[in-house]
T-cell receptor, first 114, second 110 residues
Framework: GAGVSQTPSNKVTEKGKYVELRCDPI?????LYWYRQSLGQGPEFLIY????????DSGLPNDRFFAVRPEGSVSTLKIQRTERGDSAVYLC????????????FGPGTRLTVL | QKEVEQNSGPLSVPEGAIASLNCTYS??????FFWYRQYSGKSPELIMF????GDKEDGRFTAQLNKASQYVSLLIRDSQPSDSATYLC??????????FGTGTRLKVLA
């Protein structure tokens, strides 16, 4: 079946602009995660959704970052007033359940803020 | 701060040898551990997971978990050049949160 998909694959923007990154999870997966990965680092947790609600957004670095999942499927990560330090690969992962569920990653969106 | 630590490497092994990748964790509440392989420029790909003390084998891969020592390892037998990648260890506390290490870069020399 289809895996996790993310669009766009690459996004180049200017400092101060607004960006939206989209994640389409595996069909039927209720758990959805957003991570940020910088070069030479492991994925850093940003936010976790179980269904439509953000069960844990403690990893969002500041209030410029926001994510939604209005219908419990597709999720959008929104970044306002982008900064150069936001440049990274943003990974989305989905899983079939809650505790102990294995998660599967999408291909990621490489965000570059000039 | 709950952490998962890995040696960044690179770990170089000759083709056909056993590669041993190690990971330690600080959160005694961690219940499950996952190994992901990440090729350069690609996203992490799940190799296997383990939640019981001891060994778990899957093909050329063996995961080992020692909860008393807070230590997880991944052994890759008959290493191939195609195994060259970064290997990420992640701990899971039984809720939903995964904590990733920084990864170990493996180079298998032909």
């Amino acid at each position: 079946g289809a895996g996790v998909s993310q669009t766009p694959s690459n996004k180049v923007t200017e400092k101060g602009k607004y960006v939206e990154l989209r994640c389409d999870p595996i069909s039927g997966h209720t758990a959805l995660y957003w991570y940020r990965q910088s070069l030479g680092q492991g994925p850093e947790f940003l936010i976790y959704f179980q269904g439509t609600g953000a069960a844990d957004d403690s990893g969002l670095p500041n209030d410029r970052f926001f994510a939604v999942r209005p219908e419990g499927s597709v999720s959008t990560l929104k970044i306002q007033r982008t900064e150069r330090g936001d440049s990274a690969v943003y990974l989305c992962a989905s899983g079939a359940g809650t505790s102990g569920a294995t998660q599967y990653f999408g291909p990621g969106t490489r965000l570059t803020v000039l | 701060q709950k952490e998962v630590e890995q040696n960044s490497g690179p770990l170089s092994v000759p083709e056909g040898a056993i590669a041993s990748l190690n990971c330690t964790y600080s959160d005694r509440g961690s219940q499950s551990f996952f190994w992901y392989r990440q090729y350069s420029g690609k996203s992490p790909e799940l190799i296997m997971f383990i939640y019981s003390n001891g060994d778990k084998e899957d093909g050329r891969f063996t995961a080992q978990l020692n909860k008393a020592s807070q230590y997880v390892s991944l052994l890759i037998r008959d290493s191939q050049p195609s195994d060259s990648a970064t290997y990420l260890c992640a701990g899971h506390s039984g809720t939903y949160k995964y904590i990733f290490g920084t990864g170990t870069r493996l180079k298998v020399l032909a």
